[in-house]
């Protein structure tokens, strides 16, 4: 079969682009110049990208910058990218053009080319409608792409992050409440530590998340203030006076979110620390979640010769040799996923400083790193909580053996019979194997009662409350 070719030209001369392809001649120019990592922009990012597309060309028309059937013709094709097609014609490589020229213009192409289709026109007739022209009318990369990396995240966050979060809070909640009553051994140091409630456990991390999820919150406020309308460097040249307000609105309309033009366009384009604060916040749950996934994998350990306090849900079989072993894979994905997540976050900040005057030319890898970190995480805590989280059963018996065979019961008798007289019984309970209470009884340190109520395990388990 012939492969049929149309001829566009740009700066730099001519060149054939397959006739069935949507994008244009830089970008085949970008797909030769990058063939890095075969890795492709994000869904969410086209998204943005997509979506900043359809609202300029909503502003540019109804300010008569471009006309008005050309910006019908653009919204629809943006509409039709937004409901799933041509999503295959987004090409070029994350690790692309500095600042992201060249995605931007494979989106700018893909939108041009289809609105030529919907008035009738041929792909790569660009007197119609031009990438650059039409639908990048009153643009830059250098505001668009930042603005993208604002709607990208935020698009992610509000769709995957958040209500995993909600999801694997509530759940965390719900095992505290089923396992209030169970007492076992705390553990400092990986040693002995006095007695916990094994559903604080659980309101510790709920509570751990929560706080984790007002954080980034907060960071991500930052993002919804753009810098869509300085164009090239943050003047706002070749835009209508009221486009950058008016532009900010119809993209917080599209995405419902209220959004604004920054008090100062240049400086929104230069500084990356809206997407340093949010990738920060990120690593910090990052490194919780990563606490998290080690307590539940020795809690769970065993089941004959560790804590085995809890039990996971197994998934999967865990050995390709050891027959009915089960492993705590999810806890060890979440680990995984949590250090990818740590190492994007130095990437993002080595990136961020590394512009240099009017513009920040690593922003691809920026925007790739960030948008992924957030879905990478929510999907990691989505799939932790429903295959694991939600699935855990305890084991009364060890924890109850585990929280009366603890040295550390002797703490609670500190203020009865003093700390080295405690210590005393401690080593004599390690050297002999005797029950605390025996060798406090048999040396006549406490009478039985006051004892019984002081080593209440229940009692000194319980949690002070507000």
């Known amino acids: 079969m012939t492969m049929e070719y149309r001829i566009e030209k740009d700066s730099m001369g001519d060149r054939q682009i397959p006739n069935d392809a949507y994008y244009g001649i830089q970008t085949l120019r970008a797909t030769e110049n990058f063939p890095i990592s075969g890795i492709k922009p994000l869904p969410t990012y086209v998204d943005a990208c997509v979506l900043i597309k359809k609202a300029t060309a909503i502003a540019n028309g109804e300010l008569g910058c471009i006309p008005q059937d050309i910006s019908d013709a653009i919204v629809k094709a943006a509409d039709e990218v937004l409901k799933g097609g041509l999503r295959e014609q987004f090409v070029v490589d994350v690790y692309q053009a500095g600042a992201g020229t060249s995605h931007h213009m494979n989106v700018n192409e893909v939108l041009s080319n289809r609105a030529l289709e919907i008035l009738g026109g041929e792909k790569g007739d660009y007197k119609k409608v031009s990438p650059n022209d039409h639908v990048n009318y009153g643009q830059s990369t250098n505001d668009v792409i930042p603005t993208a990396i604002r709607i990208g995240s935020l698009l992610a966050l509000e769709h995957c992050l958040y209500p995993a979060l909600s999801g694997a809070i509530a759940t965390l909640d719900n095992k505290a409440e089923e396992f209030a009553h169970i007492v076992k051994s705390g553990r400092t140091h990986m040693q002995d530590a006095v007695p916990v409630r094994l ?34 460097t943050g003047t706002g040249l070749n835009t209508h006076p009221d486009y950058r307000f008016r532009v900010a609105e119809i993209l917080g309309e599209l995405i419902g979110q209220p959004l604004t033009s920054a008090p100062h366009l240049m400086a929104a384009m230069q500084s990356m620390a809206p997407f340093v604060n949010v990738s920060s916040s990120l690593r910090n749950l990052a490194q919780d979640l990563v606490k998290i996934s080690h307590d539940l994998r020795l809690m769970d350990s065993g089941p004959k010769t560790g804590l085995k306090e809890i039990q996971l849900p197994p998934v999967q079989p865990g050995s390709s040799i050891m027959p009915g072993k089960y492993n705590p894979v999810m806890a060890e994905m979440t680990s995984m996923v949590c250090f990818q997540v740590m190492g994007y976050d130095t990437a993002i900040a080595y990136a961020a400083q590394a512009g240099q005057l009017e513009l920040n030319v690593m922003m691809p890898l920026i925007a790739y790193d960030l948008i992924h970190s957030i879905e990478i995480l929510g999907n990691t805590i989505k799939a932790l909580s429903e295959k694991c989280l939600a699935g855990i059963t305890a084991n009364e018996t060890n924890c109850q053996n585990f929280a009366e065979g603890s040295l550390a019961l002797v703490t609670a008798l500190n203020t009865h019979i003093g700390y080295l007289n405690a210590a005393d019984v401690a080593k004599e309970s390690l050297n002999t194997g005797k029950p605390i209470r025996q060798i406090v009884l048999d040396k006549e340190l406490m009478d039985e009662a006051t004892l019984a109520q002081v080593l209440d395990l229940e009692k000194m388990s319980q949690i002070p409350t507000n």
Do not use: C, Q, Y
């Not at 751990?208 to 164009?231: F, Q, W, Y």
């Open 199 to 232: 559903g604080e456990n659980f309101w510790a991390w709920a509570e751990i998340l929560t706080a984790h999820m007002g954080r980034i919150e907060t960071a991500a406020k930052d993002l919804t203030v753009l810098g869509l309308g300085g164009s090239a």
